[in-house]
């Protein structure tokens, strides 16, 4: 998957996570850079920066690193912010 | 609902030349509330019409500096937002600004090192600020935090922040700074001249050791390329931190 993923052009373009922390603490209330969820395809394990953004589209669809599934997938609307986290097996939120 | 990182007016209040693709705008912000190196903030700008477009900026000036930040761009072609901060923009002009966002590409000097920094083009901004902090904290330490920076630029004009990496390296306080330039090299260069990949990552590394703690950000390419050496070099996963800037670049 990541050889395939090299020799693709569009490849160049793709972001991480980090690239829409902005819309998700507007999102969620507080910085998600760092939290870790699960991947529901395949089971792995990222933070959100970690995951692959593609931001070409209106919003943001952000993919596991491993499987390339749609674990995130975020739209931006004049009065609200739309996540759709059912690619997310779960998203765990560390007391402090 | 909650509104937890507001939109705010911000001044340019000085304008510096690094390359000459590349400029720093000081951005004046009474009420920031600090930030960490690494972190980064949204610029949006809005036209009479309405129209607006956002982008993100890594904040390239140490934590330890406060009620102003520094932004370092890169003027893209065709960037909407570069363009106009590049040939539009001058001192006194308003930005609206959000931030400090990020919690993932954050280094703070009180975390254990060695520390290991790969950049490529502007992927040198975020690490920027956390060199500028290490220096700070470590003016009056007496521990060092043993610090390589393994930095990818085209030619060496475009060598952002060159004088400053020169003087933070000659400081004796353990930054090492090893430069590539990929596409053209002045007479006498003995350094690196290729892209990163996994013989120069393994050994530039090599003297840090496997504790190190990884931070690599540049375009997508290069980033993809020193993850995949270190990860086959055998550091964890959880030491290596990465920030994709999307295409081009050296």
Same mark, same amino acid.
């Given at each position: 998957?990541?050889?395939?993923?090299?020799?693709?052009?569009?490849?160049?373009?793709?972001?991480?996570?980090?690239?829409?922390?902005?819309?998700?603490?507007?999102?969620?209330?507080?910085?998600?850079?760092?939290?870790?969820?699960?991947?529901?395809?395949?089971?792995?394990?990222?933070?959100?920066?970690?995951?692959?953004?593609?931001?070409?589209?209106?919003?943001?669809?952000?993919?596991?690193?491993?499987?390339?599934?749609?674990?995130?997938?975020?739209?931006?609307?004049?009065?609200?912010?739309?996540?759709?986290?059912?690619?997310?097996?779960?998203?765990?939120?560390?007391?402090? | 609902?909650?509104?937890?990182?507001?939109?705010?007016?911000?001044?340019?209040?000085?304008?510096?030349?690094?390359?000459?693709?590349?400029?720093?705008?000081?951005?004046?912000?009474?009420?920031?509330?600090?930030?960490?190196?690494?972190?980064?903030?949204?610029?949006?700008?809005?036209?009479?019409?309405?129209?607006?477009?956002?982008?993100?900026?890594?904040?390239?000036?140490?934590?330890?500096?406060?009620?102003?930040?520094?932004?370092?761009?890169?003027?893209?072609?065709?960037?909407?937002?570069?363009?106009?901060?590049?040939?539009?923009?001058?001192?006194?002009?308003?930005? $609206? @600004?959000?931030? #400090?966002? &990020?919690?993932?590409?954050?280094?703070?000097?009180?975390? /254990?090192? *060695? %520390?290991?920094? +790969? =950049?490529?083009?502007?992927?040198?901004?975020?690490?920027?600020?956390?060199?500028?902090?290490?220096?700070?904290?470590?003016?009056?330490?007496?521990?060092?935090?043993?610090?390589?920076?393994?930095?990818?630029?085209?030619?060496?004009?475009?060598?952002?922040?060159?004088?400053?990496?020169?003087?933070?390296?000659?400081?004796?306080?353990?930054?090492?700074?090893?430069?590539?330039?990929?596409?053209?090299?002045?007479?006498?260069?003995?350094?690196?001249?290729?892209?990163?990949?996994?013989?120069?990552?393994? $050994? @530039?590394?090599? #003297?840090? &050791?496997?504790?190190?703690?990884?931070?690599?950000?540049? /375009?997508? *390419? %290069?980033?993809? +390329? =020193?993850?995949?050496?270190?990860?086959?070099?055998?550091?964890?996963?959880?030491?290596?931190?990465?920030?994709?800037?999307?295409?081009?670049?050296?």
């Amino acid at each position: 998957m990541e050889d395939e993923r090299a020799t693709d052009a569009q490849a160049d373009h793709v972001l991480d996570g980090n690239a829409v922390a902005g819309m998700l603490m507007a999102a969620f209330g507080s910085e998600m850079s760092a939290i870790p969820g699960q991947c529901a395809h395949c089971g792995t394990m990222s933070m959100v920066a970690e995951l692959r953004a593609y931001t070409r589209a209106p919003g943001a669809v952000l993919r596991c690193p491993t499987c390339a599934g749609v674990v995130l997938r975020i739209v931006e609307t004049r009065d609200a912010v739309l996540v759709d986290a059912r690619g997310a097996s779960y998203l765990r939120f560390a007391r402090r | 609902m909650l509104n937890p990182i507001p939109w705010r007016i911000a001044t340019i209040s000085a304008v510096h030349d690094e390359t000459p693709s590349v400029r720093t705008y000081t951005i004046a912000l009474p009420e920031w509330p600090g930030h960490r190196a690494g972190q980064h903030v949204d610029v949006r700008l809005t036209a009479e019409d309405g129209y607006s477009v956002e982008r993100s900026y890594s904040i390239a000036s140490e934590p330890e500096r406060t009620g102003e930040i520094d932004l370092t761009v890169e003027r893209i072609e065709g960037g909407e937002v570069s363009a106009f901060l590049h040939d539009v923009a001058v001192v006194g002009d308003r930005l $609206e @600004v959000r931030g #400090p966002i &990020g919690g993932y590409f954050v280094w703070e000097a009180s975390s /254990p090192g *060695p %520390l290991f920094l +790969v =950049a490529g083009g502007s992927g040198v901004v975020p690490l920027m600020a956390m060199l500028r902090h290490r220096a700070r904290a470590a003016a009056g330490a007496r521990s060092t935090i043993p610090t390589r920076l393994l930095f990818s630029s085209r030619h060496l004009e475009d060598v952002i922040y060159r004088d400053e990496l020169d003087r933070l390296a000659a400081a004796g306080d353990g930054l090492e700074v090893v430069h590539t330039l990929t596409r053209s090299q002045p007479p006498g260069w003995t350094g690196y001249s290729r892209r990163i990949d996994d013989r120069m990552i393994a $050994e @530039v590394l090599d #003297p840090l &050791g496997a504790g190190a703690r990884t931070f690599i950000c540049g /375009p997508t *390419p %290069l980033v993809e +390329v =020193a993850a995949n050496a270190l990860d086959r070099l055998g550091l964890p996963r959880d030491r290596i931190r990465t920030e994709r800037f999307g295409p081009s670049g050296p």
